[in-house]
C-alpha cells in the first residue's frame, strides 16, 4: 500500500498499518468531522437511551414515588410488586404463549414465501419475471383498505378467531422481498451453473448452495418479520374478539386504553401516574426476549442490509 507523508514524500505501508487506518492524515478538518460526529452519535445515544431508562425505572419504582413524580431514570423506592401482580396473571401468560405461536409460524411461512418469491424473480431466465415484479411492487404502493381486509379474512375465508387471521395476512413484505432479490442477483452465478451442471435442481441450488451462502440476509429478514410480528396488535385488534386468543401486545394496548379512560378519585392524572408502573413492567416483559434475541442477529443485520441493498 502507497501512500504519501505531509511533506510529499512517498512512502509504502505495510497491511497492518493499513488496516488500523494509521494512515489517514489527522488534518484538522478530519478531526472536525470527527468531533461532529460524536457530538450527534452520543446525542442520539442519549435521545433512545434515556426513554428505556425511564420505563425501568417506573418498573421498578414504588407506586406512591410515580404518582408524586418523582421517577426520572432511576428507581425510587424499589418495587417488585407489581412484576409479581403481572407475573400471577394467567391471561397475561396465556397471550404471551399466543404470540410465542404466532410469531414462530408468522416467520416460517414469511421467510418461505419470501424467499422463494424472492429466488424466483431473481432468476435472469425466468420468463415473465418483470409482471411478478410489478405486481408486487403494485401490492406495496396500493394497500387494501381495512373494510376489504376485514371481509376477506373474516367473512370470505372464515377466519375470525383463528390463528390463521394473525399468521397469514402479511406474511410476504414486498420491502423484504426486494432487499432479498437483490442479495440473491449479487450471487455467484458460477456456483449455481457448477451445481446444474453436477445435476442439481433448480431447489437443490436454492436449499444447499444459496441459502447456506446467505446467511446474512436471511438472518436480517427473521429479524424483520418476527419483530414485526411481536409488536403487531392491529390485525388481532381487527379480526380477533377473544382475549384467551390476543397476543400479548393486545394486553400493553388495553392497559394503555384503559389509562386514558378512567380516573382515580376524580383525578386522571393520578391514574395514567398508577397505570405507568403496570405499562412499564408489560413493555419490560413484552421486549425481553427481542433484547435477548438481538444481541445474536445484529452481527449479521449491516451486512445482510447492505448486500441487499446495493447491486453489484
Not at 87 to 105: C, G, P, Q, S
Not at 172 to 183: C, D, E, G, R
Not at 251 to 276: E, H, K, M, W
Amino acid at each position: 500500500m502507497s501512500t504519501f507523508d505531509e511533506q510529499g514524500n512517498f512512502q509504502v505501508k505495510t497491511l497492518d498499518e493499513v488496516k488500523d487506518r494509521s494512515f489517514i492524515p489527522k488534518t484538522t478538518g478530519y478531526r472536525v468531522f470527527t468531533v461532529i460526529n460524536v457530538i450527534i452519535l452520543v446525542g442520539f445515544s442519549v435521545i433512545i437511551i434515556l426513554p428505556l431508562l425511564n420505563v425501568l425505572s417506573l418498573a421498578f419504582s414504588d407506586t406512591n414515588a410515580i404518582t408524586a413524580g418523582k421517577v426520572g431514570i432511576w428507581p425510587v423506592g424499589f418495587n417488585l410488586f407489581t412484576f409479581h401482580e403481572v407475573a400471577t396473571t394467567k391471561l397475561f401468560w396465556r397471550e404471551y404463549a399466543n404470540t410465542v405461536i404466532y410469531t414462530v409460524l408468522y416467520t416460517l411461512i414469511s421467510m418461505f414465501l419470501t424467499t422463494t418469491f424472492a429466488y424466483a424473480i431473481s432468476r435472469k431466465g425466468l420468463k415473465g419475471k418483470s409482471g411478478l415484479t410489478w405486481v408486487a411492487l403494485f401490492t406495496m404502493f396500493f394497500a387494501p383498505g381495512i373494510v376489504p381486509s376485514y371481509v376477506l379474512v373474516n367473512d370470505v375465508l372464515g377466519w375470525h378467531n383463528t390463528m390463521w387471521a394473525m399468521v397469514v395476512p402479511g406474511t410476504i413484505s414486498v420491502f423484504n422481498l426486494l432487499i432479498m432479490k437483490t442479495s440473491f442477483e449479487n450471487f455467484p452465478v458460477e456456483l449455481e451453473e457448477a451445481a446444474a451442471v453436477d445435476g442439481m435442481t433448480t431447489y437443490g441450488i436454492l436449499v444447499r448452495i444459496v441459502l447456506p451462502l446467505s446467511k446474512a440476509i436471511l438472518a436480517t429478514m427473521v429479524l424483520f418479520y418476527a419483530v414485526g410480528q411481536w409488536n403487531d396488535w392491529w390485525k388481532a385488534f381487527l379480526y380477533m374478539d377473544d382475549p384467551y386468543k390476543y397476543p400479548v401486545i393486545m394486553y400493553l394496548r388495553n392497559l394503555i386504553a384503559g389509562a386514558s379512560q378512567q380516573g382515580v378519585g376524580g383525578d386522571p392524572d393520578a391514574t395514567a401516574q398508577l397505570a405507568a408502573n403496570v405499562k412499564s413492567v408489560a413493555m419490560v416483559l413484552i421486549a425481553l426476549p427481542v433484547m435477548c434475541v438481538y444481541p445474536f442477529i445484529q452481527k449479521y443485520f449491516v451486512s445482510g442490509v447492505m448486500l441487499g441493498a446495493v447491486k453489484a
